[in-house]
């Protein structure tokens, strides 16, 4: 920590970053205003502002600038060979510094640099409201992150070793029965940042022994938590819930760095979804019919007991809850195996877990992937459920597992939904909000609907409407506030949209925006260009294959019949989606092969079974629906009147 100056003053001509490459004197962006270094000078400790920035955190938008969270909570994704903290608003006195480690019960190592008073108290309490800093950390060239901390009251937390090196959040152990314990002979495995192309996390993927001794622990609780009342229940997922709330800006800025969704989009809509699979689940259980009567005879419904859950990257969060929440409601156990793609969200959630107090054994994660760890779990004689989400591809594999002890299979696998556009509707007014679903989360989603049938008549006005729409789409840092589109979740992801671009163009398809290049304003990452093709027909490769990316494909027909037909001509059934008057598409809908039909908007309401037909999968999540399914049903005769 020698870098660190013990006291000081800085003005405005300060500069305390002199041994830093001359890159650094990029600019950054701050919020919505960007901010450059004072005329002639390089370093970012010139750069005089007249009053502080208006949020809680800034950052280079540098291409390999590390993620940011808020409220003053400073973490590095990458080493860094310095530490040095200073300020750039004139006058600004810098009193002592101290550093201690800190290991965390869930793996992660940290330590907090604490600003203290003059006479040493280093505790948060310790630092003046007035006091505003920043924290640099650089490791060779096109590397700087900048942070400051607005209340100067709330100390910075960064991942730092004992030799003053910063590293990247690490997950590296497995909550099982209650507790943060090591894997039993995993593998270290990096998570890479797909704005950056650097390691943004570390975790260690699991083994079928951690899976046997979460499993073990699984079976043990479920003796007493199938016992548990509604009202238990209820109480217990009302703690879930206030826990969860308190850690939606963690979940988002999680996000950011692993997948690559934008701040804005993980706390507006990736962390409330999650959220709201919860508070759906309680609702549902609030009124859920535990018995009925069948005549003389009596249904009753059941836990099914240990469910193993294996969840995908890009909804993580609302996934993950889709599952866990009416697990818990039903007086089930279970083990969680989230994507090694995007592993921190889960490890946030199971944190929130212990402090709601679920008691021990009822939740259980074990961090993987899928041929192992998955595979274990679907395998598992003690497992009685696995619920999957993911691709159709590892669907069947999971099914194939699972198919020798079997375990009741529930599934929500791809999807390649249709956009039926009726004759003669108003363009300007019902494709905004259907094309936003291809657009967000950089177009993954399972329900997106890519593929927009047109009357012939309206073709050449559809092209112009989409067109503009998809090019008013930007693209940038994820780690940055604003409506922009992130990068997509990694190499293979991307390659594989650039893959399905490039074969529509071989096929012929006219490309009337985007293409296989990186956007112009980015250098780096895995980045996709927002993307419309037109004259795309049934048979072509991105007609028939889900895309997963910002990529719109525009289809003509001649008849209503022929664009039912091209909308049903698909191995998938998971949504469909209908633009136009609401009382022509009351007739169009019940001919749609597709689990979910939205009209004039691309997400199904909240609450309502989400699933789908034919290679989308089986069974449904959400509200009273998903709940039943996290159950067994048992009949019951021959009771006295």
């Given at each position: 920590m020698s870098d660190i100056p013990t006291s000081g003053k800085l003005n405005a001509n300060s500069d305390i970053y002199g041994q830093l490459p001359e890159i650094y004197a990029s600019r950054f962006a701050l919020s919505k205003n960007s901010y450059k270094p004072a005329a002639g000078r390089s370093g970012l400790a010139t750069s005089p502002f007249p009053t502080p920035p208006p949020i809680g955190y800034a950052r280079t938008r540098l291409p390999?600038?590390?993620?940011?969270?808020?409220?003053?909570?400073?973490?590095?994704?990458?080493?860094?060979?310095?530490?040095?903290?200073?300020?750039?608003?004139?006058?600004?006195?810098?009193?002592?510094?101290?550093?201690?480690?800190?290991?965390?019960?869930?793996?992660?190592?940290?330590?907090?640099?604490?600003?203290?008073?003059?006479?040493?108290?280093?505790?948060?309490?310790?630092?003046?409201?007035?006091?505003?800093?920043?924290?640099?950390?650089?490791?060779?060239?096109?590397?700087?992150?900048?942070?400051?901390?607005r209340e100067g009251n709330q100390g910075i937390a960064a991942a730092i070793t004992q030799n003053g090196e910063m590293t990247m959040d690490s997950y590296e152990q497995n909550y099982i029965n209650?507790?943060?314990?090591?894997?039993?002979?995993?593998?270290?495995?990096?998570?890479?940042?797909?704005?950056?192309?650097?390691?943004?996390?570390?975790?260690?993927?699991?083994?079928k022994a951690d899976v046997d001794a979460a499993v073990a622990a699984a079976k043990a609780a479920f003796?007493?938590?199938?016992?548990?009342?509604?009202?238990?229940?209820?109480?217990?997922?009302?703690?879930?819930?206030?826990?969860?709330?308190?850690?939606?800006?963690?979940?988002?800025?999680?996000?950011?760095?692993?997948?690559?969704?934008?701040?804005?989009?993980?706390?507006?809509?990736?962390?409330?979804?999650?959220?709201?699979?919860?508070?759906?689940?309680?609702?549902?259980?609030?009124?859920?019919?535990?018995?009925?009567?069948?005549?003389?005879?009596?249904?009753?419904?059941?836990?099914?007991?240990?469910?193993?859950?294996?969840?995908?990257?890009?909804?993580?969060?609302?996934?993950?809850?889709?599952?866990?929440?009416?697990?818990?409601?039903?007086?089930n156990t279970m083990v969680l195996k989230?994507?090694?793609?995007?592993?921190?969200?889960?490890a946030i959630l199971a944190e929130v877990m212990d402090a709601a107090g679920v008691p021990a054994g009822v939740f259980n994660l074990v961090q993987g992937d899928g041929p192992t760890v998955g595979a274990a779990i679907a395998a598992h004689p003690d497992v009685d459920m696995v619920s999957f989400t993911g691709s159709t591809r590892a669907g069947i594999l999971v099914a194939k597992a699972a198919a020798d002890t079997v375990k009741r299979v529930h599934q929500e696998l791809g999807g390649k939904s249709p956009n039926l556009v009726l004759p003669g509707a108003k363009l300007e007014e019902v494709l905004p909000p259907t094309i936003a679903g291809v657009m967000v989360n950089s177009g993954q989603s399972c329900i997106a609907p890519t593929r927009v049938l047109v009357h012939k008549d309206q073709n050449s006005e559809a092209i112009a409407v989409v067109k503009t729409i998809v090019e008013s789409q930007q693209v940038g840092d994820p780690t940055v506030e604003g409506g922009h589109l992130g990068p997509v979740v990694?190499?293979?992801?991307?390659?594989?949209?650039?893959?399905?671009?490039?074969?529509?163009?071989?096929?012929?398809?006219?490309?009337?925006?985007?293409?296989?290049?990186?956007?112009?304003?980015?250098?780096?990452?895995?980045?996709?260009?927002p993307t419309l093709f037109s004259g795309v027909t049934p048979d072509m490769r991105i007609a028939r294959e889900e895309i997963f990316g910002p990529v719109v494909t525009l289809m003509s027909y001649d008849t209503l019949d022929q664009a039912i037909?091209?909308?049903?001509?698909?191995?998938?059934?998971?949504?469909?989606?209908?633009?136009?008057?609401?009382?022509?598409?009351?007739?169009?809908?019940?001919?749609?092969?597709?689990?979910?039909?939205?009209?004039?908007?691309?997400?199904?309401?909240?609450?309502?079974?989400?699933?789908?037909?034919?290679?989308?999968?089986?069974?449904?999540?959400?509200?009273?629906?998903?709940?039943?399914?996290?159950?067994?049903?048992?009949?019951?005769s021959g009771l006295p009147g």
């Open positions: 390999a600038a590390a993620a940011v969270a808020r409220s003053g909570l400073a973490r590095m994704t990458r080493p860094a060979r310095k530490i040095t903290l200073g300020g750039l608003w004139p006058g600004v006195e810098w009193r002592k510094f101290a550093a201690f480690r800190q290991r965390s019960q869930n793996g992660k190592t940290r330590v907090f640099v604490k600003v203290g008073s003059a006479g040493g108290a280093l505790g948060d309490e310790g630092c003046g409201p007035v006091l505003r800093f920043f924290m640099v950390g650089a490791r060779g060239p096109g590397c700087l992150t900048c942070y400051w901390n209650g507790e943060w314990v090591d894997s039993i002979g995993g593998t270290p495995h990096q998570v890479i940042n797909p704005a950056t192309e650097e390691p943004g996390t570390k975790i260690v993927l699991g083994t003796k007493t938590f199938s016992q548990t009342s509604r009202d238990e229940r209820l109480a217990l997922l009302g703690r879930i819930i206030e826990e969860y709330k308190k850690r939606m800006p963690d979940i988002a800025a999680s996000l950011a760095v692993e997948m690559g969704a934008p701040v804005s989009l993980g706390n507006a809509a990736q962390a409330p979804a999650g959220l709201g699979g919860f508070l759906g689940t309680v609702e549902a259980l609030k009124n859920f019919e535990f018995s009925e009567n069948v005549g003389d005879n009596k249904i009753v419904y059941e836990p099914i007991g240990v469910v193993g859950m294996i969840t995908p990257w890009n909804w993580p969060l609302n996934q993950i809850a889709l599952k866990v929440a009416p697990a818990l409601a039903g007086g989230p994507s090694e793609e995007c592993p921190g969200s889960a990694n190499k293979a992801q991307y390659g594989k949209i650039q893959d399905l671009i490039q074969s529509a163009i071989d096929e012929g398809a006219t490309l009337e925006t985007g293409g296989t290049d990186l956007p112009t304003n980015v250098n780096r990452g895995y980045y996709v260009k037909e091209i909308a049903n001509d698909t191995d998938y059934g998971l949504s469909a989606v209908i633009s136009g008057d609401p009382a022509e598409a009351a007739a169009v809908a019940p001919q749609l092969k597709a689990g979910m039909v939205v009209v004039n908007n691309w997400g199904p309401a909240p609450g309502l079974p989400f699933g789908g037909y034919k290679q989308s999968g089986n069974g449904r999540e959400g509200g009273v629906y998903g709940l039943r399914d996290f159950m067994e049903v048992k009949s019951i």
